[in-house]
């Protein structure tokens, strides 16, 4: 790619060619959504442009954001990536950052994502700015953060601070004609001034380095405030009856919306590019010219809160704007639109989506949750918990493997590694009251090696024992298939190290841990029960399982999974003599039926049954038969075959494989019964453990 050349990009990607552009020498990250695709581009522009960038997917936020930091130590431009929550996981050290300041420019970028849509928070980056006290720049679009980058780096490099650019996902997300400047040779070589005065400060010097934060702070107001590039006003009036500001996304949205209204030109607009330290004289200088003012900022009121007068205010704060969720332009539409009323300022009228809505509505488009794909391991994994243990409790973690929630498999998803921490608490309360319940707690290969060491050491160093389940899909799925450290894959494709989950767990302590193959569901079933079993007995204590398999998305090109073609009979075998079941409706000859002569009162029927159509009686055990669906569950874990009832051999429309397997590829007909999506499915045979009717068999090569 040449200089001056134009190209269509992804807001990461010019993210990332802000960040070669601005000379950096240093690059690491932690993959989460919407940040991921940063990294990957830095790698293209790095090889396309034979650049001398060091480039590291780091174990987690925290290792990421100090590697990059004391390269910057060392005089060299460093940048670190991540999502706004990982910041969370990083918030130690870019506190003692903001005191300790820089040497070579030092960018954070921290993606937030409003909504949210694949987070646990809609948190926004810019308090966490203010908090620690480091200057943020938020943009409008792809371009302003390619532009931004270099001002970032130029503006941390000559005031020493840690800088933020804080993309939106709209932001990262968005694609936009990305023109390419010269890249510049950075030739900086590594040299550490030993300073244990500012590196090593005591708390005596951490008072002085705060005060010099505060003066750096001062003068950084003081540049921004005559930086038109960054804050500006669009269509200034020397008096307008209503002004808005506008914060990062928020400025593309209100351009968009006043156009959209015909008023573009009747309605000033003060753009908001760096909301910390806070551009007071613009703002101030801007308010007094309005006699209404609107705010428009993602996520939380930041630059509101910052105005002192907040008598012509319109925001968050007064409820006019809603409090959570993405600023979505038919809702800012309608509130600009509102105002503009109220001041009489005429406006087109809005053009209503309900014909197009009432459109889709007939469509009759069926509603589906997200979940596992086809022929993922994890949903194995998933199933025989729950066969396992059906009234077992499920702490699980950040990851695609959280879609286990639709398998009722999941019962906490919290934070990165809070899976075997949440387990280990909870450990401790139930055997506190003298009570045993199963505790299997899940987490991903990548999570493991993030943050999940550091509880399972406490869990062992605490006596807590319950089972944690590893799935091991070889690479960090659900943000991208990046390479985890078990690959001994680098970031920019490099072999690296190879480190062994086993020998991690084993040096956590933990002297139980078996390896296993979850697309052998029985075969799993058999040793959840060992290993929680293991953990009851005297001499027991942590086991460990790793589930291991790989992504069928990242290896479907290089592994064909176990080849194996199922097909779903709708009408029983001939053989088996036994008629043809109409979806719902079940023959009195084919329902369970208990002999109490072989019944040992276990009550695992009840237990598994997935309807909740057993119960048990002073009588003994009695099926509901309206809420029966035949599934045979009942049948398959009796202990004793103490239940009765055939195998019809077809599909009954039972729903069982639906609801408790959730395969993409199994879908419902329009006869209630299964059949099996072609253009989806892997043939990986995992479906036909799980009908237990026998309807789902596989057809021969």
């Not at 070669?20 to 442009?49: D, M």
């Not at 205010?313 to 993405?326: S, V």
């Amino acid at each position: 790619m040449s200089e001056g050349e134009k190209r269509i990009l992804l807001g990461n990607e010019a993210i990332a060619r802000g960040i070669v552009e601005s000379g950096c020498q240093f690059f690491a990250a932690y993959p989460g959504t919407p940040s991921s695709e940063i990294l990957p581009a830095v790698v293209r522009f790095k090889k396309e442009n034979n650049l001398d960038i060091y480039v590291e997917w780091s174990t987690n936020e925290k290792v990421a954001f100090e590697n990059a930091l004391v390269a910057s130590y060392t005089g060299k431009r460093a940048a670190v990536a991540m999502k706004q929550v990982g910041l969370n996981v990083a918030a130690d050290p870019l506190m003692s950052a903001a005191y300790i300041g820089t040497i070579g420019g030092f960018v954070i970028i921290s993606c937030d994502d409003p909504g949210p849509f694949s987070s646990q928070t809609e948190q926004d980056t810019r308090f966490m700015a203010m908090f620690a006290k480091v200057p943020v720049f938020d943009p409008a679009n792809p371009k302003e953060a390619q532009e931004m980058l270099p001002i970032a780096f130029d503006l941390s490099e000559k005031y020493q601070i840690p800088v933020i650019l804080r993309p939106v996902l709209r932001v990262s997300h968005a694609q936009q004609t990305i023109a390419f400047h010269p890249i510049p040779k950075m030739e900086k070589k590594a040299r550490f001034p030993h300073d244990p005065q500012r590196w090593s400060a005591t708390p005596r010097y951490r008072f002085m380095l705060h005060k010099q934060l505060n003066l750096k702070l001062q003068k950084i107001a003081e540049e921004l405030n005559a930086m038109p590039s960054l804050n500006f006003i669009e269509n200034d009036l020397e008096k307008a009856t209503f002004g808005i500001i506008a914060g990062g996304i928020g400025y593309a949205i209100a351009r968009d919306i006043l156009a959209e209204l015909g008023i573009q030109k009747d309605i000033p607009i003060l753009k908001i590019g760096t909301p910390f330290p806070f551009p007071a004289k613009a703002v101030e200088a801007f308010i007094r010219k309005c006699v209404h003012v609107l705010i428009l900022e993602e996520t939380e009121p930041v630059i509101e809160l910052q105005i002192r007068d907040k008598l012509k205010i319109y925001g968050r704060l007064d409820g006019m704007i809603p409090n959570e969720g993405e600023m979505l332009p038919e809702v800012i539409t309608q509130v600009i639109s509102d105002l503009c009323k109220k001041f009489s300022i005429p406006v087109r009228e809005i053009t209503s989506t309900g014909p197009l809505e009432k459109l889709v509505a007939g469509l009759g488009l069926p509603v589906r949750r997200p979940t596992l794909c086809s022929g993922c391991p994890h949903r194995a994994s998933f199933y025989a918990l729950k066969r396992a243990f059906p009234n077992g409790i499920f702490p699980s973690d950040i990851g695609c493997y959280t879609l286990g929630m639709n398998m009722d498999s999941v019962d906490t998803c919290h934070d990165m590694g809070a899976a075997i921490t949440f387990a280990s608490g909870l450990y401790q309360a139930y055997h506190q009251d003298h009570q045993d319940i199963p505790i299997i707690a899940t987490i991903g290969d990548s999570t493991f090696y993030h943050s999940g060491a550091s509880g399972l050491l406490n869990a062992v160093y605490n006596g807590s024992r319950f089972t944690l389940v590893i799935l091991d899909n070889s690479i960090t799925a659900m943000t991208g298939m990046q390479p985890t450290p078990e690959s001994g894959i680098t970031a920019d494709g490099h072999p690296g190290n190879s480190l062994s989950i086993e020998a991690l767990v084993k040096g956590c302590g933990v002297p139980y841990i078996r390896v296993i193959n979850p697309y052998d569901i029985k075969g799993m079933i058999r040793e959840i029960q060992k290993a929680h079993q293991y953990t009851r007995q005297r001499e027991g204590g942590m086991a460990v399982l790793i589930a291991r398999y790989p992504c069928i998305i990242f290896q479907k090109e290089r592994l064909k999974v176990n080849p194996v073609k199922v097909e779903i009979r709708h009408t029983p075998p001939p053989e088996k003599g036994l008629p043809r079941v109409k979806s719902g409706e079940m023959d009195k000859s084919l329902l369970p039926v208990f002999r109490e002569e072989a019944c040992c009162q276990c009550d695992t029927c009840v237990m598994q049954c997935p309807e909740g159509a057993i119960s048990r009686t002073e009588d003994g055990y009695v099926v509901d038969y309206n809420k029966c669906t035949g599934c045979r569950v009942c049948v398959q874990e009796c202990p004793t075959s103490a239940i009765d009832m055939p195998a019809v051999g077809a599909c009954i429309g039972c729903g069982y494989c639906l609801k408790r397997f959730e395969c993409p590829s199994l879908i419902k007909g329009e006869d209630g019964r299964v059949k099996i999506d072609r253009l989806t499915c892997v043939d990986c045979g995992l479906c036909i453990e799980v009908c237990g009717q026998g309807a789902i068999y596989q057809v021969s090569p």
